[in-house]
Nanobody, 121 residues
Framework: QVQLVESGGGLVRPGGSLRLSCAAS????????MGWYRQALGKQRELVAT???????NYADSVKGRFTISRDNGGNSMSLQMNSLKTEDTAVYYC???????????????WGQGTQVTVSS
């Protein structure tokens, strides 16, 4: 069974930093891409950043220059470094992966349980 587990959320003041981590476990052949989405109260879930197995990254315009996504060499864990946080970054952040469990499996989307990030003075 495949699981994605996030950690690192919390409360931070505007202008502060947080680092989120996500670890995937279980029967995994490949994950491509991995990424982060977020959902603020009363809003739709939106893309924050993604990273491919080759290291290519993609960011939402709202976080470019402030957030950095990275992935470990083995490819089953990733982090999101969030700097210069703003109140509008407050949301539940979800880890996401498009995962193949074995060589000729088709890709399926898996989600973590979410971690709360609150930016407030």
């Amino acid at each position: 069974q495949v699981q994605l587990v996030e950690s690192g959320g919390g409360l931070v003041r505007p202008g502060g930093s947080l680092r989120l981590s996500c670890a995937a476990s279980g029967s995994i052949f490949s994950i491509d891409p991995m990424g982060w989405y977020r959902q603020a109260l009363g809003k739709q879930r939106e893309l924050v950043a993604t990273i491919s197995s080759g290291g290519s990254t993609n960011y939402a315009d709202s976080v470019k220059g402030r957030f950095t996504i990275s992935r470990d060499n083995g490819g089953n864990s990733m982090s999101l470094q969030m700097n210069s946080l703003k109140t509008e970054d407050t949301a539940v952040y979800y880890c996401y992966g498009l995962i193949r469990r074995y060589y000729n499996d088709y890709s399926r989307a898996y989600w973590g349980q979410g971690t709360q990030v609150t930016v407030s003075s």
